[in-house]
């Protein structure tokens, strides 16, 4: 009788412990877990740590609560200016509510995958090509607002949405690049303009100066001569300045010597008088035929 009653409750304590591990579940700290009895979601969501169900009736699903990093592929489309471009983004979220991720979805990364690839499409045909390449926080704000409406009744909760990276056209590029090229050009033309007024305006300031003080171009002359004999692989010509021969002649003249005046011209010549030429004559009557009014007739002595 003994015998019976130690064996059945060695059968009963083996039984407890079958049940018990088949019953036993463990919840890590970033999971939460879903409880389905026969077919029908239990509203008590279990915690992290160590929790029991009923082995065969009930059936226990964990939802991972960490933030998800999913990529979003490279989608193909034409911007609102008709430029092709390839783009393609990360989308970053997480499971705010695990019953309805579980009930209200099939497979919520899936759903979220594709909602964002279609909403990355209508961006980009929404979008210039200048805001997919400059104004990308607002676009990526727009993204996020697009995922967030339907996602909230997924029980998924949209973190950020970041767009990675835009491709363009070889030829694209290259035009892109030649106006880049012209207009850092125009930008130096201007600033070199702007330069050369200033420096005008200035040139122009001491070129007064420098007529009151005819001293002052002579230093210029000096200061010039100095910075270019600072290079020795340069020859110099100097000229000789007309101011110093003046003054050189002036110290050279006696003191109360006045300066030999300007002689006066020479009176003009005058002009060569024409002798005017005699009129023609007419031939008299009594007047040989071989003479003319050019030759008047020889006088006999």
Do not use: H
Request: no cysteine; aromatic share 4%; net charge neutral.
């Amino acid at each position: 009788m003994l015998d019976e009653l130690l064996a059945a409750g060695a059968a009963t304590g083996a039984a407890a412990v079958v049940y018990v591990m088949a019953a036993a579940r463990v919840v890590r700290q970033y999971e939460r877990g879903v409880v389905f009895r026969l077919g029908r979601l239990r509203k008590d969501v279990r915690g992290p740590g160590f929790t029991m169900i009923i082995p065969g009736v009930d059936r226990l699903r964990k939802v991972n609560m960490q933030i998800v990093t999913m990529p979003v592929p490279a989608q193909d489309g034409i911007t609102r200016d008709n430029v092709t471009v390839r783009v393609d983004a990360v989308i970053y979220f997480k499971v705010a509510d695990a019953a309805d991720a579980v009930v209200r979805v099939e497979d919520y990364r899936f759903a979220v995958s594709q909602m964002a690839q279609t909403s990355l499409r209508s961006i980009i045909g929404k979008s210039d090509l200048d805001d997919l390449l400059s104004n990308r926080e607002k676009l990526n704000q727009g993204l996020e607002l697009m995922l967030d409406s339907p996602a909230v009744g997924w029980g998924v909760s949209i973190d950020r949405v970041e767009i990675k990276d835009v491709s363009l056209p070889e030829t694209m590029k290259r035009s892109m690049a030649r106006q880049a090229e012209a207009d850092r050009e125009r930008r130096a033309r201007v600033i070199n303009a702007d330069a050369e007024l200033q420096a005008s305006k200035k040139l122009a300031e001491a070129a007064g100066v420098m007529s009151e003080q005819p001293a002052a171009l002579q230093l210029r002359l000096l200061q010039t001569v100095v910075a270019v004999a600072a290079e020795k692989n340069s020859t110099l010509v100097l000229p000789f300045p007309v101011e110093l021969l003046r003054f050189l002649e002036r110290a050279a003249q006696p003191q109360g010597q006045a300066q030999p005046q300007a002689q006066a011209p020479a009176q003009a010549e005058s002009p060569p008088q024409v002798q005017a030429e005699p009129e023609p004559r007419l031939p008299r009557v009594d007047e040989p035929p071989g003479l003319t009014a050019e030759q008047p007739p020889a006088v006999t002595g």
